[in-house]
């Protein structure tokens, strides 16, 4: 008799289970509709709270959400009930970098491949304002095809926790790879503390061994104070002179990721991923959307697609984004925001002919992204050019579907005015309730009746 498969929220299929810590296990699981391998990680949250670890739960998702990167773990999705999260990823296969060098020193040509790709995700992070903060062989996974992807954004730090002074304070990372600023307890710049640690892994990868090491750890950390090693003799000259400038012990003179991008030892080969070409972001730092934007249209151009229905949107965070009793909506967008998104009660393509009438009401150039997406652009320049909105409904359950709008280009103050003052009041009579505004009590807890049999499945 065939065993019973566990599906997590009829999307996932649950596998073996690939390791654990402290606050979650790992599982492999299979996607049911493409048969696409994932690696889930079901997180308890009484433990977390326990430990005081929300916090950084969050903040490690928030962070994968936001580096999108062909040498990056990609985020898939995220789940949650009310007493686990369930995190999505892409599964990697290929195992740690740190098994690859534990079998000795790395071939120059290699090495240098995956300095390159740790280069370009490390570039790509730092544009998005986000440190790593624990970059180690460890952390550096392989794929299928033998390429490097970075992964473990727990002790990674966004913009928001820097100090009055510009810099971050928190002790953390693995002691061999720690840059020196970060031991002394006065600051530092978490960027310049990554490349430190790239400059240790690139010496690694070509030495087979640490720099820094002793017995004592306070004789290795007086090492690190100095940048006190020497190279093994099969190292190349030109090897020898990058690493030289990466591990300076004083960050200011540290050589930069655009310098060593000039270098004709890294250049040798190296092509930028196409990351680079397609994300594109203001100085406000929320148009993320319109790389992410890209990326979708890009997979949707390769693949003939007939659709029917709009997309499933997650109950979870549904109820987490629109119902203050079970707030995680952090958990699951970027920089989401009030009065951007309403749930309504009538059927999707109604809802998608109302938002085009009122948009070429408004002189809004209407195009159709996919089926129950459209792209909204204006006609007038505003201080960042045209505002282009991306218009998206969603299917939560029976008679009721999620309506998201989302900025891909413009303005931010101009799409805050867009939402509140020109889309709110033209679609009320099909809104059943914006995010963010007070939910009577009745309709609260019907709406929630109508979600519960989804949201809370695997209690």
Known sequence: MEEERHVLFGKYEMGRLLGKGTFAKVYY?????????VAIKVINKDQLKKEFMMEQIKREISVMRLVRHPNVVELREVMATKKKIFVAMEYVKGGELFAKVARGRLREDLARKYFQQLISAVDFCHSRGVSHRDLK?????????????????GLSALPEQLRNDGLLHTQCGTPAYVAPEVLRKKGYDGSKADLWSCGVILYVLLAGFLPFQDENIMNMYRKVFK?????????????????????????????????????????????????????????????????????????????EEKVSSPKFFNAFEFISSMSSGFDLSNLFENKKKTGSMFTSRYSARHIMEKIEGVAKGMNFKVAKVKDFKIRLRGDSEGRKGPLSVIAEVFEVAPEVAVVEFSKSSGDTLEYAKFCEEDVRPALKDIVWTWQGDNINKVEGEDCEKQLSNAAYQLN
């Open 137 to 153: 062989p460890e952390n550096l996974l392989l794929d299928e095809n033998e390429d490097l992807k970075i992964s473990d954004f």
């Open 29 to 37: 699981g299979k996607q049911v509709m493409t048969g696409e391998s």
């Open 227 to 303: 940048a006190e090693f020497v190279y093994p003799p099969w190292i190349s000259t030109d090897a020898k002179r990058l690493i030289s400038k990466l591990l300076v012990s004083d960050p200011e003179r540290r050589i930069t990721i655009q310098s060593i991008m000039r270098v004709p030892w890294f250049r040798k080969g190296f092509t930028r991923p196409v990351a680079f070409s397609i994300t594109q972001h203001d100085d406000d730092g929320d148009d993320d959307q319109a790389a992410t934007e890209k990326t979708e249209n890009d997979r949707h151009n390769n693949q």
